[in-house]
């Protein structure tokens, strides 16, 4: 069984474009992260939720929101895409904030 | 500002020659200091965790300490599959959240 899951694994779109990308953990953990690793395959933190609420909310773009439905799910919609937005977007989650987290396979995203 | 640096950027070994990356760190206030693993094309794999200066903690090959400023990741007659990037990260007591801020690797390839 999959820990962390995320769908798609790739998302190739054009400038302009919105799209989402989803994430559900089957580890019955509290908090879930959303992250972007550059070209540089440097990560850094977008957001984090604790039981469905906004714990970390980093100097994103509004273009960026995220939304968890439920402790299981952190999905992370883009609206108007732009290039700089191509990156590898990496959802994890921990058993509370603090413990060591665990990521899924990554989004690939490429804007044309 | 927390900070991580890792070295060195990309590390060659022969089979069994063993060898040490090192994590050097600057945090208002350490909660933890972790170690993962990339592989290509995959999300990060929790190795370990340490919280205290002399903390060490070994998983087969590869052992990770802990001193107030840095941390080294050991690794012992390495094995071609032990070729990964290995992610350092640092996490700081907050009232709210738990950030972790990654280094930007170290590029291990062994080679047999």
């Known amino acids: 069984d999959t820990a962390v899951s995320q769908t798609p694994k790739y998302l190739v779109t054009q400038m302009g474009n919105d799209k989402s990308i989803k994430c559900e953990q089957n580890?019955?953990?509290?908090?879930m992260y959303w992250y972007k690793q550059d070209s540089k395959k440097f990560l850094k933190i977008m957001f984090s939720?604790?039981?469905?609420?906004?714990?970390i909310n980093e100097t994103v773009p509004n273009r960026f929101s995220p939304k968890s439905p439920d402790k299981a799910h952190l999905n992370l919609h883009i609206n108007s895409l732009e290039l700089g937005d191509s990156a590898v977007y990496f959802c994890?989650?921990?058993?509370?904030?603090?413990?060591?987290?665990?990521f899924g396979p990554g989004t690939r995203l490429t804007v044309t | 500002e927390d900070q991580v640096t890792q070295s060195p950027e990309a590390l060659r070994l022969q089979e069994g020659e063993s060898s040490s990356l090192n994590c050097s760190y600057t945090?208002?206030?350490?909660?933890?200091l972790f170690w993962y693993r990339q592989d290509p094309g995959k999300g990060p794999e929790f190795l370990f965790t340490?919280?205290?200066a002399g903390e060490e903690k070994e998983k087969e090959r590869l052992k990770a300490t802990l001193t107030k400023k840095e941390s080294f990741l050991h690794i012992t007659a390495p094995k071609p599959e032990d070729s990964a990037t290995y992610l350092c990260?640092?996490?700081?007591?907050?009232?709210?959240?738990?950030?972790?801020?990654f280094g930007e690797g170290t590029q291990l390839t062994v080679n047999p």
């Open positions: 990260a640092v996490q700081a007591w907050e009232t709210s959240g738990s950030r972790l801020t």
């Open positions: 580890l019955g953990h509290d908090t």
């Open positions: 939720y604790n039981n469905k609420e906004l714990i």
């Open positions: 945090v208002s206030g350490l909660r933890g």
């Open positions: 340490l919280y205290s």
């Open positions: 994890a989650s921990s058993q509370q904030a603090g413990d060591e987290q665990y």
